[in-house]
């Protein structure tokens, strides 16, 4: 072969394997930025929902609102990776993955690492698989092992307002950690057995608007809120499932939702009030704590609905009081000694 001709021959395989080393970095790269981005970005389904609730009244749709309570119901703030499609024919106790939609504030390293976290958290709870803090440590570079109680701090406190549970170390010697309902509902807030995500969160956001409605909310109320949450009935949501169902059956069956017909309604029409098991598991106060929280504030700054927070507070403990005060005097009575006649 002509020396010329391997001249070029050796130059063009030169050139040849520039460009793919090139295209290889590239490729890394690109790999690298779509999991930053991946951490931080969101779907056009989930982002925050508003929704201003009214001061306490009658279950009247036409009622104007003293003061408003803007609750975020991030409840769909964890994103379905698939399309709305693939979502409906999807069973909400199937195996799925998620993306975490972006923090409010300025994206920061702390911020990302949270993110990461929080869908780690999410998905061990969703495939009820124990939390250990040594798999935690992996989803952080051990290079910032030292902010770890931060980040830890920043995922839990955000699943806290979003789905209403806690984040709670189950097993000391293991540091094993688990996400625990703020309600006892069944099956530490899934409802029904299966795998699948709590429905604390949306239980929640219904107790709140039916406090905050007067204590009782229409029907047409309570799925007009739920329609700010992209909650629809009849249509399969990807972590309720069918939310009439859930609303109107299981959540009723369970107690913690009463659903009655309107007196004297014809048509007939129905409304909603906190079920037994509410009052005996949660209160206004806690719900009101819980409302303030997602909107970064405290209860007192609802004046009127903290108000009947406190009076509600002060009749629980008359009501705890009563029958330990009549105890204590049915033993005094039995200790004081018969009179001899």
Not at 254 to 278: I, N, T
Request: proline share 5%; hydrophobic share 35%; aromatic share 8%.
């Amino acid at each position: 072969m002509p020396r010329s001709h391997k001249s070029k021959l050796h130059a063009g395989e030169k050139r040849l394997k520039a460009r793919r080393e090139t295209q290889s970095c590239g490729g890394a790269q690109v790999t690298a930025a779509a999991e930053e981005e991946s951490a931080t970005s969101s779907s056009p389904q989930c982002g925050g929902i508003t929704q201003s609730l009214p001061a306490t009244g009658s279950c009247s749709t036409t009622q104007e609102p003293q003061r408003a309570l803007t609750t975020t119901t991030t409840s769909v703030g964890i994103s379905y990776t698939r399309s709305d499609e693939a979502s409906n024919g999807q069973d909400e106790d199937g195996v799925c993955a998620y993306e975490v939609p972006p923090f409010t504030e300025r994206s920061d390293f702390l911020t990302r690492k949270a993110g990461l976290l929080e869908q780690f958290l999410l998905y061990k709870y969703k495939m009820k698989q124990p939390i250990l803090k040594e798999d935690m440590l992996k989803i952080i570079h051990q290079n910032h092992h030292d902010r770890f109680a931060e980040i830890l701090k920043r995922a839990s406190e955000r699943i806290e307002i979003i789905f209403a549970v806690d984040l709670k170390e189950v097993d000391s010697t293991r540091q094993c950690y688990d996400l625990v309902s703020k309600l006892k509902l069944p099956n530490n807030g899934r409802v029904r057995g299966g795998r699948g995500l709590p429905k604390t969160g949306l239980l929640m956001n219904l107790l709140g608007m039916i406090f905050m409605k007067g204590n009782c909310a229409t029907e047409e109320d309570i799925w007009k809120f739920l329609s700010m949450m992209r909650v629809y009935a009849g249509r399969k949501h990807f972590i309720y499932g069918e939310p009439r169902k859930l609303i109107t059956k299981d959540l009723v069956r369970l107690k913690y939702l009463e659903y009655r017909q309107v007196p004297d309604s014809d048509p007939p029409r129905y409304e909603f009030l906190w079920g037994p098991k509410a009052h005996i598991e949660t209160s206004k106060m806690k719900v009101l704590e819980f409302l303030a929280k997602v909107n970064e504030t405290v209860p007192s700054a609802f004046p009127i609905y903290y108000e009947e927070a406190l009076r509600d507070e002060e009749e629980r403990q008359r009501q705890i009081l009563n029958p330990l005060s009549q105890a204590r005097d049915r033993t005094l009575n039995l200790m004081v000694p018969s009179r001899i006649h």
